[in-house]
């Protein structure tokens, strides 16, 4: 387990999962019910435009609320189009924690929620102008 840990601690790769998941033996026992928006956001790895636009499927990188790119930091945080699914998720966790409060924390203390906002998020809706 130490010998894992120094090497997910090492790399260059998994920066945005490493945000979530720094741990790993914590994360060994998570219960994680996998779904491809989960897994698009901790990973950084598809669904925003961001993420598309890099790799040339999309023309523009703009998040439809027109404040900057879509990044998984924006759609969790700041994409004003997601205002009332995201307020759900903030009450929950100012009831315990400031907002915004950091991905590891997000992911370990408010997991339910976490999932549920992520999991409501309709990307092929959200990101049509």
Request: proline residues 2%.
């Amino acid at each position: 387990m130490k010998k894992w840990q120094r090497n997910w601690t090492q790399t260059t790769k998994g920066r945005t999962t490493k945000e979530y998941f720094p741990d790993v033996a914590g994360s060994l026992k998570m219960k994680l019910q996998l779904t491809q928006n989960f897994t698009a956001i901790v990973s950084g790895h598809g669904k925003t435009r961001d993420y598309l636009h890099r790799f040339n499927i999309i023309e523009e990188p703009t998040c439809p609320c027109g404040k900057g790119n879509q990044t998984a930091d924006r759609t969790i945080y700041a994409c004003e189009r997601l205002t009332k699914e995201k307020d759900r998720l903030r009450k929950t966790v100012i009831r315990t924690n400031k907002w915004a409060i950091n991905k590891r924390d997000l992911v370990r203390r408010h997991y339910k929620e976490f999932t549920n906002f992520i999991n409501e998020i309709q990307f092929d809706k959200l990101n049509v102008e």
